[in-house]
């Protein structure tokens, strides 16, 4: 099946420093590459919508300046959490979407990056 | 994107089918069930989807009614690996880039024990 690889699994970073997050497509190209948050005992919630050679776009209360999103091939997206603060500390997941014509039915997630602020 | 209503938590035997059922009342005619399963710490993997057959793969079954308002997510020999959080999703299965844009409710929590 398709792979969707994340890394770090998890970093640990000072409050005030950036953080960057990458999520590749392994066996597919994808145009479309999503990033969610999940707090502890909480759902997935999508924050941005990556595509390919164009800007991101944010989810209502995300903002684009703090989470830097960059999609600059088929087979990569970042994610850049700016400036970390304690209260930015969570699970981030990436997903990826096949480029349309090669079985788009489904998202393929990443293992996720667990980041702890301190 | 149809709301989903499941219930908060299921237990299961080793060994046992788990069954798993998901409310979708409002699905409209263009609506997708989905089907996805999240272990703890990992990133969601899919299970199955389906719009209105039965459906099964080498992981589960999908179980829609004929009105489609609900539905069941069939685990037929549930292992210990099986337990984690399994979410039931309803959308279009359009394409454009609002395709993946995956609303996860609070899924129902399976534990299986031996």
């Known amino acids: 099946g398709a792979v969707v690889s994340q890394h770090p699994s998890w970093v640990i970073c000072k409050s005030g420093t950036s953080v960057k997050i990458e999520c590749r497509s392994l066996d597919f190209q994808a145009t479309t590459m999503f990033w969610y948050r999940q707090f502890p005992k909480q759902s997935l919630m999508l924050m941005a919508t990556s595509n390919e050679g164009s800007k991101a776009t944010y989810e209502q209360g995300v903002e684009k300046d703090k989470f830097l999103i960059n999609h600059a091939s088929l087979t990569l997206s970042t994610l850049t959490v700016t400036s970390a603060h304690p209260e930015d500390s969570s699970f981030y997941i990436c997903?990826?979407?096949?480029?349309?014509?090669?079985?788009?039915?489904?998202?393929?997630f990443g293992s996720g990056t667990q980041l702890s602020v301190l | 994107d149809a709301k989903t209503t499941q219930p908060t938590s299921m237990d299961c035997a080793e060994g046992r089918a788990a069954n798993l059922p998901c409310n979708h009342s409002t699905i409209s005619g263009n609506e997708y069930v989905y089907w996805y399963r999240q272990i703890h710490s990992q990133g969601p993997q899919y299970i199955i989807h389906g719009l209105k057959n039965n459906e099964t793969n080498e992981m589960a079954s999908l179980i829609i009614t004929e009105d489609r308002k609900s539905s069941t997510l069939i685990l037929p020999h549930a292992t210990l690996r099986d337990t984690a959080v399994y979410y039931c999703?309803?959308?279009?299965?359009?394409?454009?880039?609002?395709?993946?844009?995956?609303?996860f409710g609070q899924g129902t929590i399976l534990t299986v024990h031996p």
């Open positions: 997903s990826a979407r096949r480029t349309p014509g090669q079985g788009a039915e489904k998202l393929f």
């Open positions: 999703i309803v959308r279009v299965n359009a394409g454009g880039t609002s395709y993946g844009k995956l609303t």
